[in-house]
């Protein structure tokens, strides 16, 4: 079992930059590939980034390469989201997720355990 917090959102001009966090506990956590997704109001969730369980290997959608970056640290049990040079259309619900199949399907489908989710707000 798993269970994910994540906290970091708030309100930011754009061209600003934020940076979210995904705490984890359980013991299982380093076992476990990472994403993030968002959800802007009306849409549907989209897939943001991943990080493989050691960190070694990331991947991100295309409007987001550049300005995010994902990154873990497995001795606290936390995983990362920096985003920078932030645009209006950036304003989503953000949400971490473990999610063993998250380098296969790229989407939301099939995770395994997900956060409530964290607020950014991106004012122009």
């Known amino acids: 079992q798993v269970q994910l917090v994540e906290s970091g959102g708030g309100l930011v001009q754009a061209g600003g930059s934020l940076r979210l966090s995904c705490a984890a506990s359980?013991?299982?956590?380093?076992?476990?590939?990472m994403g993030w997704f968002r959800q802007a109001p009306g849409k549907e969730r989209e897939f943001v980034a991943a990080i493989s369980y050691s960190g070694g290997n990331t991947i991100y959608a295309d409007s987001m390469k550049g300005r995010f970056t994902i990154s873990r640290d497995n001795a606290k049990n936390t995983v990362y989201l920096e985003m920078d040079s932030l645009k209006p259309e950036d304003t989503a619900v953000y949400y971490c997720?473990?999610?063993?199949?998250?380098?296969?399907?790229?989407?939301?489908?099939?995770?395994?355990?997900w956060g409530q989710g964290t607020q950014v707000t991106v004012s122009s």
């Open positions: 997720a473990a999610h063993r199949l998250i380098f296969v399907v790229r989407t939301d489908k099939g995770a395994d355990y």
């Open positions: 359980g013991r299982t956590f380093s076992s476990y590939p």
